[in-house]
């Protein structure tokens, strides 16, 4: 009877019928063709491709038209205006039907066993919202990962040793989630911008399990259009980026602490001492570096949880600079 019962899902995971692929677009048609192909390419066969294009402007929706007509697994929509990326998520999920969705993106290149790999992880753990892997940089050896404990992970355990301690995550934006926990979180929070994935992670975590391959199935190209919007690059730095980030950990600590105990309010105020630190530390870059648009922009950057020392010091040196 087990044995059986593995051969099903065995089964179940390499047809691929309850994959939604989400596909986000955007300004990438030198490349995103390669990338639909190696979604077409999966050894699971029977999933549906939802592209989802944000307003491009430079012949990537008439590229992925062209490649839908040829497959009847591919339905191409457009969101009503340029939305940005978790937007675009929202919009795809919505028109999304199946209970596992496979968020990807527009410029990676995917094994061909990915959607298996991911869909058996979620078969044999009910208890996984979703799941990862490591990253491969493309054409390269190299290897983006962290040490995981295995295939299921215990969300606490993910949320308290990476995405609460580090301002970096070691999930990116591409994974296999599944419906019913993406409904019950809400989706993506767009007003996080272009990280709302990592809230999306620590809201998943918070609650449930998170399913683990430990191959490195996606490879990741940097291989970005010369006028494409800098706030996408892997390199970009601004104030605004650090605001969302801050607000991120904030929102997630106040949900996750318990602060009407004693040890939740000095998690708390660790956590503000935290956020006030490093921006200081790129105040003192802005100074030591001479970094004038570093001190002009730092107000970009203020939220309710640094501390006032900070806020008095970041508006001396504007002062200092002769910045408004």
Not at 2 to 25: F, P, Q, Y
Not at 114 to 132: M, N, Q, S, T
């Amino acid at each position: 009877m087990e044995l059986d019962t593995n051969c099903e899902l065995e089964m179940k995971h390499r047809s691929g019928a309850d994959i939604s692929v989400c596909l986000l677009t955007y300004n990438y048609a030198h490349i995103v063709e390669s990338t639909i192909r190696s979604i077409l390419d999966q050894s699971a066969s029977y999933f549906e491709l939802i592209i989802s294009d944000d307003c491009s402007t430079d012949g990537t929706w008439e590229t992925v038209k062209e490649i839908a007509a040829a497959d009847p697994r591919i339905r191409t929509i457009q969101t009503p205006q340029n939305l940005g990326m978790p937007g675009n998520a929202n919009h795809a999920v919505a028109h999304s039907q199946r209970p596992y969705i496979a968020l990807l993106h527009h410029d990676d290149i995917y094994r061909s066993d990915l959607l298996e790999k991911w869909a058996g992880v979620l078969d044999r753990h009910p208890d996984a919202a979703f799941v990862f892997n490591p990253y491969k940089v493309f054409e390269s050896g190299l290897v983006q990962e962290e040490d995981m404990p295995g295939e299921l992970i215990d969300g606490r355990w993910l949320l308290n040793t990476f995405l609460l301690p580090h301002w970096g995550c070691p999930i990116r934006g591409t994974a296999m989630i599944r419906r019913s926990a993406w409904l019950e979180v809400g989706g993506m929070r767009e007003q996080f911008n272009l990280i709302a994935d990592v809230d999306l992670w620590m809201r998943l975590a918070m609650r449930w399990n998170v399913g683990y391959v430990s191959e490195a199935v996606i490879s990741v190209r940097c291989q970005r259009p010369a006028d494409y919007p800098e706030t996408y690059s892997e390199m970009y730095w601004s104030w605004t980026r650090q605001r969302y980030l801050y607000n991120i950990h904030a929102a997630n600590r106040l949900e996750y602490l318990k602060l009407d105990s004693f040890t939740g309010r000095m998690q708390w105020w660790r956590f503000r001492c935290r956020l006030s630190s490093e921006t200081l530390k790129w105040l003192g870059y802005g100074v030591v570096r001479r970094k004038r648009y570093v001190i002009a922009s730092s107000g970009e950057s203020i939220t309710p949880y640094e501390l006032w020392p900070v806020r008095a010091l970041r508006w001396s040196l504007r002062l200092l600079y002769g910045c408004k």
